[in-house]
């Protein structure tokens, strides 16, 4: 049962480039999110997906899209990255609004 | 504003001693509130969920206890152990449509043997 996987682990971007992060689950679980991450602040939500056919901004969701491709995954785009998301991308899932949500291991991502 | 406020922000402590991490919150109105553990290099797991009615909650050597009446909750750390060394965040859920989460910025935990 591998839970949440977020791919890539690490990327390393130029300023201007677009990429597009992974997460998938194997939870069966209807509620996905993406969070970020920063040096003493904690964490922010950028997108979440309530369930399988519906997504809504989070607290930080400028420069950001998300699809939700099914009910197992839930991708998040960078068009234009910037220097300012350089961060650690979380992904989450969970059954219900009443359980705790399960995390990925994370991708880092560096953006020069 | 919804906020949640953890302290200390780190703190260090010998092997076998007990320590406990303070959360403070503002989230209204109250649901539940968890206390996640974040390895380094991991994302955070759950520990722990304290609801209205509950005053104390243990999994193992953790007992996390809850005031709703001063929204302070700590998370009290029995015999620490060097697997214990990690960043432990307190998380508030408001009791509102979507259930919103205010995440606490983390206390950081070192275990020293």
């Known amino acids: 049962n591998a839970g949440v996987t977020q791919t890539p682990k690490f990327q390393v971007l130029k300023t201007g480039q677009s990429m597009t992060l992974q997460c998938a689950q194997d939870?069966?679980?209807?509620?996905m999110y993406w969070y970020r991450q920063d040096p003493g602040m904690g964490l922010r939500l950028i997108y979440y997906?309530?369930?399988?056919?519906?997504?809504d901004k989070g607290e930080v969701p400028n420069g950001y899209n998300v699809s939700r491709l099914n009910k197992r995954e839930f991708s998040l785009r960078l068009e234009s990255a910037a220097p300012s998301q350089t961060s650690v991308y979380f992904c989450?899932?969970?059954?219900?609004?009443?359980?705790?949500?399960?995390f990925g291991d994370g991708t880092r991502l560096s953006i020069l | 504003k919804n906020q949640v406020e953890q302290s200390p922000q780190s703190l260090i402590i010998l092997e076998g001693k007990n320590c406990t991490l303070q959360c403070n919150y503002t989230v209204s109105p109250f649901s539940n509130l968890r206390w996640y553990k974040q390895d380094t290099g991991r994302g955070p797991v759950s520990l722990t969920i304290m609801t209205f009615s509950e005053n104390t909650k243990s999994n193992g050597r953790y007992t996390a206890t809850l005031d709703a009446d001063t929204k302070q909750s700590s998370l009290h750390i029995t015999a620490s152990q060097l697997s214990d060394s990690a960043s432990y965040i307190c998380v508030v859920s408001a009791a509102a449509a979507g259930n919103k989460l205010t995440f606490g910025g983390g206390t950081r935990v070192l275990v020293k043997p």
């Open positions: 997906s309530a369930s399988e056919g519906t997504t």
């Open positions: 989450a899932s969970r059954p219900n609004y009443n359980q705790p949500q399960h």
């Open positions: 939870m069966n679980h209807n509620s």
